[in-house]
C-alpha cells in the first residue's frame, strides 16, 4: 500500500497527524523534516514512520502533502522533480498558486491546494479546497475524504483561495479572545474570570448563532438592548473604527499571500 507522505514536520503538520491519530486514519504516514528531535517526537506520539531522505519519502507516496513554508516551495519540488510517476500532491504553502506548483513538479503528478486550521488536532477543524481543473474525480473525492477525517470542508476556486486563508484563520478568534480579556482585567476582572466572560462572549454567541436558526443581523439586534450597555459598547467600538481595523488586517494578510506567490 502506498503511503500518505508529509514533507515537513511543523505546527500544521503536527497538527493534522494529532487529528488523524484521533480519526483512526488507516493509511500508513510517512514524514520527512529537518529537525530530527521533532521527527522522533512526532514518531512517538502519533505513530507515524518517519524518512530523513527527501527524495525517498516522495517516491513511497500516494499523497504527497507538501506542508513546508512557501519560500521552501520551489527549491523542494525541483529537489524531487525527477519523480515520473502518477499521484496526487496537495499544498499547504499559503499563496503560491497552481501556475507555480506546475512548473516546478508538473504532470504526471496533479495538485490540489489546502489550508487546514490547526483545530483539526481535535477534530473540528475547517479546510479550504481547492482544485486543479484537470484533477480526476477519484482524486478529488481521495483528498476531500482525507481532510473530512479531521473536520469539515469547503470547495473555493483558487481565485478566491487567499481570500479565505486571511478570512477564516483561528487566529482572529485567539486574537480577539486575548483582546476583550485583557480589557476585562483592566476594569478590574481577575484573568480567570475575564477569560471566562470573553470566551463566552465569543463562542458561545457564534455557536448558538451556527446551531440555531436565528439570521445574525436579528441576534445582534437582540443582544444590544437600545440605550444598554452592550448597545454602548458596540457604538463606541465601531467608533473607533473597529470595522476598518479588522478590514486594514484581511488586506495586510492578502498583500503578504500575493507576496508568497511571487517570491516563489
Known amino acids: 500500500m502506498k503511503a500518505t507522505v508529509f514533507i515537513g514536520s511543523g505546527r500544521i503538520a503536527s497538527a493534522l497527524l494529532a487529528g488523524l491519530r484521533m480519526a483512526k486514519y488507516k493509511a500508513p504516514i510517512i514524514v520527512h523534516g529537518r529537525n530530527p528531535e ?32 512557501p519560500t521552501s516551495v520551489t527549491p523542494l519540488l525541483k529537489e524531487i522533480a525527477p519523480i515520473k510517476r502518477s499521484l496526487t500532491a496537495i499544498s499547504l504553502a499559503a499563496g503560491i498558486p497552481f501556475a507555480k506548483l506546475r512548473a516546478s513538479l508538473g504532470p504526471p503528478v496533479r495538485w490540489a491546494r489546502a489550508m487546514p486550521s490547526p483545530t ?3 477534530g473540528d477543524g475547517l479546510t479550504g479546497l481547492a482544485f486543479e481543473r484537470d484533477l480526476p474525480l477519484a482524486a478529488r473525492r481521495e483528498v476531500t475524504r482525507f481532510f473530512s477525517s479531521v473536520g469539515a470542508i469547503i470547495e473555493i476556486p483558487e481565485s478566491k483561495f487567499d481570500a479565505f486563508t486571511v478570512t477564516y484563520s483561528c487566529s482572529h478568534g485567539y486574537h480577539a479572545l486575548a483582546v476583550l480579556a485583557a480589557a476585562g482585567q483592566k476594569l478590574g476582572l481577575d484573568r480567570k474570570t ?13 455557536i448558538s448563532w451556527r446551531e440555531g436558526q436565528t439570521p445574525l443581523g436579528d441576534l445582534l439586534i437582540e443582544a444590544t438592548t437600545p440605550s444598554g450597555i452592550a448597545a454602548a459598547t ?7 473604527r473597529y470595522a476598518e ?16 506567490a511571487a517570491n516563489a
Not at 47 to 67: K, P, V, Y
Not at 234 to 240: E, N, R, T, V, Y
Open 234 to 240: 458596540m457604538s463606541a467600538m465601531d467608533h473607533a
Open 120 to 122: 483539526c488536532r481535535t
Open 245 to 260: 481595523a479588522v478590514e486594514k488586517g484581511l488586506a495586510a494578510g492578502l498583500k503578504r499571500a500575493h507576496k508568497n
Open 38 to 69: 521533532t521527527l522522533r517526537d512526532l514518531k512517538k506520539r502519533h505513530g507515524i514512520a518517519i524518512e530523513t531522505d527527501l527524495r525517498h519519502a516522495a517516491s513511497q507516496a500516494s499523497l504527497l502533502i507538501i506542508a513546508i513554508p
Open 194 to 206: 475575564s477569560l471566562q466572560a470573553a470566551a463566552h462572549a465569543l463562542a458561545d454567541g457564534i
